[in-house]
């Protein structure tokens, strides 16, 4: 028999007080149901706890106006509406109603959920809208669309024949077995039909033609598009060693890459994994989950040490040390003879699995072949809108204007993706929304999670809070002496704030 779980704090149909409360928010509930309250300036809401996204605690977010954020991956959502205003989350929360009787607070009753966003649908219009990408940009686009009440055609091309995905979860829970795939899908395929999304998979789009407004699929056939967004992601480098190409050699960007890895891991004993970049120690940790050896050659002196600097550098390869893994450091393979890596330094590694995570390139052929401006990127504008009138980038394609770090950028994070994707969106319909997100994204290791705001390409000193080993700590990394980017770990709300600062910053 399962035992029954125990609601969270005092019954709040019977009342709570103010005095109640701690750093303004107070966990109840209501009947079997965890209510969060949550005081914002001399207003008090009552929502559900737990993040929509991972189920984050809500209660050790930011408030912020009348929104809070969520500590895990910086989704936000309003108070007022329970609404996912901000990726990563895209389902509202619940929200009860909140009564006063004198000091007391007393929650009773759950509002009705607003009607979802593919009822909300105006009148039909003439408009096609055209998305080339199945990912974390062009889903979020398609959804903001219907969101934001479009009501022409959309049709949304993927040469992927997967569903838009949780793309993260590919290295991480996913590949380690923790999570079962039909957690992948960002929305089942009932979501697309009844949002009127034309969602065509293992669909690849060979040309634009910006004069004639059209695309070319694979198979010769033509699209004509009022608007369109390219939003064709990246993909993962190859490595050019003999040998590379054989069965045992992945890499993993899709869910059949992830799938594939997963298939060869269950005979393998041995892995090897090519890269300590943020997807290849992912990759290593998934493994070790699995009781696989994993070793990992990389060229660099530590790993992650361009982005998050020495001592976090250290830290992460003692951290997967202690997990097992055996680095190979300063040191590249030179070729993979049947399950032999031979590397530069002469060592020999068996390894019936090899992981490939040596970085990613832009899928720039497309918007090249469009005559679209591109500098290390596809060129847009503070609106997300390519050198050509109409048409759109995001995501890990676009090279962007970034107020925070007065650069153009290009960077490859989910949140980014999505939240690129939703402005595009708002912008195909008119609505010239400024793109000036402060960059963030999040990487897992065991149990650690990293946290990152904002975009330091290079720093000049590294300040350092509390305990990197301690896994207790905040660097800010700056420039000249000021601060461009911040990494915690488990100091999630000390990131939210570092987040807010920047994003005032060049309100
Ligand atoms: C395994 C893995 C783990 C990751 N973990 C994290 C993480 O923890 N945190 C984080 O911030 N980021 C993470 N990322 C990065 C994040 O997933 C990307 O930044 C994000 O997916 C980029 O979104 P996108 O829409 O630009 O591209 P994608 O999500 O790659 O989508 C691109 C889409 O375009 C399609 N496409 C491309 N060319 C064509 C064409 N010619 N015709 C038709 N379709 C085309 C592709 O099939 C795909 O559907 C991870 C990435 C991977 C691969």
Known sequence: MTEKRKPSGPDLTKGVSLTDFKEAKLLGHVGEEDVLLVQAGSEIFAIEPACSHYHGPLAEGLVVGDTIRCPWHHACFSLRSGEATRPPALNALAVWEVMRD?????????????????????????????????????????????????????????????????????????????????????????????????????TNVSAIDAKTRSVTLGNGDRLSFDRLLLATGAEPVRLQVPGADQPHVHTLRSVADSRAVIKTAGSARHALVIGASFIGLEVAASLRARKIEVHVVAPEERPMQKVLGAEMGDFVRSLHEENGVVFHLKDTVEKLAGMRATLKSGAVIEADLVVVGIGVKPRLALAEQAGLFADRGVSVSEYLETSVAGIFAAGDIARWPDPHSRQTIRVEHWVVAERQGQTAARNMLGKRER????????????????????????????????????????????????????????????????????ERSHA
């Not at 004198?102 to 096609?128: F, G, L, N």
């Not at 590919?170 to 697309?192: I, N, Q, V």
């Not at 301690?470 to 488990?490: F, H, P």
């Open 102 to 202: 004198r000091d007391k607070i007393i929650v009773q009753r759950r509002r009705e959920a607003p009607k979802p966003s593919a009822a909300r649908r105006s009148a039909p219009t003439p408009d096609k809208f055209v998305i080339v990408g199945g990912g974390a940009a062009g889903f979020a686009a398609a959804e903001t669309l219907r969101r934001e009440g479009f009501a022409g055609a959309i049709t949304m091309l993927s040469d992927d024949g997967a569903m838009p995905v949780d793309r993260p979860n590919l290295s991480k829970d996913y590949l380690a077995g923790s999570a079962p795939e039909d957690w992948l899908p960002l929305r089942g395929a009932d979501y697309y039909q009844d949002a009127g999304i034309d969602l065509r998979l293992n």
């Open 435 to 502: 793109f000036d997100a402060v960059p963030f994204f999040w990487s897992q290791h065991y149990d650690v999670p990293i946290n990152y705001v904002g975009h330091a390409e290079s720093f000049d000193d590294i300040a350092i809070d509390g305990s990197i080993s301690g896994r207790d700590c905040l660097l800010k990394y700056r420039r000249a002496g000021r601060v461009l980017a911040v990494a915690s770990i488990y100091r999630d709300l000390d990131n939210l704030k570092a987040e807010l600062e920047m």
